[in-house]
């Protein structure tokens, strides 16, 4: 199994990038096996290994000690930033599907990371307006349903303490953003998206073109 999903970046690249950078361990191989067999053609939505190794350093180098993520699928992002958070730190997982994220938590078990992850089974929407008013967050990271990133976006950002982070998923679209004739409903939700944030002066942003295009986003200071 490949330990890349990139969907931008030229394979024969993507590979090398693959063969040169951490490979999975064997709890990530496990998940990774686990989310092919069980989960179906809906496996391509797991992040890659290379993005997960980039999401853990980044959560321990910065420190982290709350963290939030929009669609969990079965854990592999979720895993990474738990296993990059500082002592006593802990990650709040929102999904709807019980079904993926029972794979998800038996291989955080696994991983030794369950008990710094607090997963609600709910529309993430839901679960933010939830929120205690004062809830503030290092890191964020954002992977669900595309017609709703404004709203988790508008809904993360004033709980973002100065120095954290937004990170936004498949921003890149495997290059349909590019594509003038692209008209799908999540391509034209990708685009709008993109722009807004890129117009918005509360925020520094860069799209990293790692996987399917990582938004990271800062508040300007
Ligand atoms: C692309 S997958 C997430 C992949 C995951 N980050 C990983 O690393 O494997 C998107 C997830 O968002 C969830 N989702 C879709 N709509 C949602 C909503 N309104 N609220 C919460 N989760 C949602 C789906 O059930 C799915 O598990």
């Known amino acids: 199994m490949a330990a890349t999903?990139?969907?931008?970046?030229?394979?024969?690249?993507?590979?090398?990038?693959?063969?040169?950078?951490?490979?999975?361990?064997?709890?990530?191989?496990?998940?990774?096996n686990a989310t092919e067999e069980r989960t179906g053609g809906a496996a391509r939505m797991q992040i890659g290994n290379d993005q997960g190794s980039f999401f853990e350093m980044l959560t321990?180098?910065?420190?982290?000690?709350?963290?939030?993520?929009?669609?969990?699928?079965?854990?592999?992002?979720?895993?990474?930033?738990?296993?990059?958070?500082?002592?006593?730190?802990?990650?709040?997982?929102?999904?709807?599907?019980?079904?993926?994220t029972r794979i998800a938590r038996e291989h955080w078990e696994l991983a030794g990371v369950a008990d710094r992850i607090d997963l609600r089974i709910a529309p993430a929407l839901d679960t933010l307006a939830a929120l205690p008013a004062d809830q503030q967050f290092d890191l964020a990271f954002i992977d669900a349903d595309k017609p709703n990133y404004p709203h988790y976006y508008e809904a993360l950002l004033p709980r973002i303490r100065a120095g954290g982070v937004i990170l936004v998923d498949n921003t890149l679209w495997s290059r349909q953003?590019?594509?003038?004739?692209?008209?799908?409903?999540?391509?034209?939700?990708?685009?709008?998206?993109n722009r807004m944030v890129a117009a918005d002066t509360r925020v520094r942003c860069v799209i990293i073109p790692m996987g399917d295009g990582v938004t990271m986003i800062q508040p300007v200071p």
């Open 5 to 32: 999903r990139s969907y931008v970046v030229e394979p024969a690249l993507a590979a090398y990038i693959a063969e040169h950078s951490t490979a999975p361990d064997h709890v990530q191989q496990r998940l990774m």
């Open 60 to 100: 321990r180098s910065m420190g982290v000690t709350r963290a939030i993520e929009i669609g969990t699928f079965t854990g592999y992002s979720a895993m990474s930033i738990a296993r990059g958070l500082a002592p006593g730190g802990s990650l709040i997982c929102c999904d709807v599907s019980e079904e993926w």
């Open 177 to 193: 953003v590019l594509d003038v004739e692209a008209t799908e409903h999540d391509t034209v939700a990708l685009r709008a998206f």
